[in-house]
Nanobody, 123 residues
């Protein structure tokens, strides 16, 4: 069982940056790949980025490549999503998820989900 808690969301102007955190419970954090997803109002939840359990290997949606960076600190059981050059259309609830397979861009590939953190990008 893994419990995930996201934090770091908020209101930012277009072009600004935010760093999201995903804190996990349990001693097996390094076994799990972590994915970040986002869901805007009226839209489906979409893949943003993923990182392998041991770290090192990452995957990104084309729309965020070069602007977002996913990372993790297994000693702290925490994953991060650094978001730069944010755009208004990236306003959404951002979720982190944990799963045993990597890389997985489908929501069905993850076993555990956080409650989400709101990111609002103003124009």
């Amino acid at each position: 069982q893994v419990q995930l808690v996201e934090s770091g969301g908020g209101l930012v102007q277009a072009g600004g940056s935010l760093r999201l955190s995903c804190a996990a419970s349990g001693r097996t954090f390094s076994r799990y790949a972590i994915g970040w997803f986002r869901q805007a109002p009226g839209k489906e939840r979409e893949f943003v980025a993923a990182i392998r359990g041991s770290g090192g290997r990452t995957s990104y949606a084309d729309s965020v490549k070069g602007r977002f960076t996913i990372s993790r600190d297994n000693a702290k059981s925490t994953a991060y999503l650094q978001m730069n050059s944010l755009k208004p259309e990236e306003t959404a609830v951002y979720y982190c998820a944990a799963g045993l397979a990597y890389p997985v861009i489908s929501i069905t590939g993850y076993d555990y989900w956080g409650q989400g953190t709101q990111v609002t990008v103003s124009s």
